[in-house]
């Protein structure tokens, strides 16, 4: 990994361990991260981050979100329910607000249901894309909002979320933390990454 993302995941590992809750990580083999490019199109870092630390068991756990990370055993798994129906067949029509062929579903939000995925159809110099979260609105389709920038300010975000949430008790999902736990992360996010900050969905 580089050092960015080498950084951001440190930080994120680092306060999983200091607020002791449980997570597994490990390391995606070649041979499997080579397969996921080929069938999921994934970018360079990405696939870097599943060679370093493929997050086997890894659910983040703040005030007003939990988000948990597909392990690249189960990303082709992942993607069923968005790119892919149960039974195989596409979802993917190219119609506006379908799912798009470039959208790779790397996680989803264990209180909420909704997924984030890169856009691997807007790779940065770095072999990097944004991360974007969607909801299903009443007709069907997708609405999307960006989470972050690139995976690995996406991982900082995480992290930042997780050590924020250590002053907030079990940070369980309480209405009365929710306003005062956005607003304290919202300027940490603005400070490295402004489009995710001007986005609101953090905050």
Not at 79 to 91: I, P, R, W
Not at 163 to 172: M, N, R, T
């Amino acid at each position: 990994m580089d050092s960015d993302l080498r950084e951001a995941v440190g930080a994120l590992r680092a306060v999983f361990e200091r607020r002791k809750i449980e997570s597994k990580w490990s390391q995606a083999t070649a041979e499997l991260v080579a397969d996921l490019k080929t069938k999921l199109r994934l970018p360079a870092r990405y696939r870097k981050f599943l060679a370093a630390a493929d997050p086997v068991e890894v659910e983040t756990v703040t005030p007003v979100e939990k988000v948990r990370l597909i392990s690249a055993e189960k990303l082709v798994e992942g993607q069923v329910g968005y790119a892919v129906a149960e039974d195989g067949a596409s979802l993917v029509t190219g119609k506006e607000g379908d799912w798009k062929k470039s959208w790779v579903v790397i996680g989803v939000s264990t209180l909420f249901g909704d997924p984030y995925f890169l856009d691997v159809s807007k790779l940065d110099a770095e072999g990097d894309c944004p991360v974007y979260t969607a909801q299903k609105t009443e007709k069907g389709t997708w609405k999307t909002t960006l989470a972050a920038s690139s995976f690995a300010s996406f991982v900082n975000i995480l992290a930042l979320g997780m050590d924020l949430a250590a002053g907030y008790g079990d940070a369980v999902f309480d209405e009365q933390d929710d306003d005062a736990f956005r607003e304290a992360l919202e300027p940490k996010i603005k400070a490295f990454d402004p489009a995710a900050a001007r986005a609101k969905h953090w905050s």
